[in-house]
């Protein structure tokens, strides 16, 4: 399982997990709170990939990490921009454009319709 086969579901799980960041004047518990809810739904993933996990198959956890970090840094890369520092996950974008995301590893012609 990966990404493309995650189930609705679990998909809108992610999402909700993200929509309820806690903000940057949030307590170190709260942030914890929020990355042990995260790490829950990733364990419900986890479950279903065991069951269909193919060959090269990316996790979903490998997918969350990669557009973040790693969980000792609650899944949040930071930028550095004049002066400050931002955190953030590309996951989010990713779940929002769903729909329009092409498997990059596919030619463009495999998307067409077929014409008759």
Known sequence: MNLSTLPQKRRAELRRAFLSVPD???????????????K???????????????????????????LGADMSNQYWRSVSQVGATYHGN?????????????DLRRKKGDYKEPQE
């Open 90 to 102: 590309a996951l989010p974008d990713v779940l929002d454009a769903w729909d329009y995301l092409f």
């Open 40 to 66: 829950q739904a990733l364990n419900r993933i986890q479950k279903l990939e065991a069951q269909s996990q193919a060959k090269g198959d990316v996790t979903v956890e490998q997918a969350v990490v990669a």
């Open 24 to 38: 940057t004047s949030a307590t170190p518990d709260s942030l914890q709170q929020w990355a042990n809810e995260l």
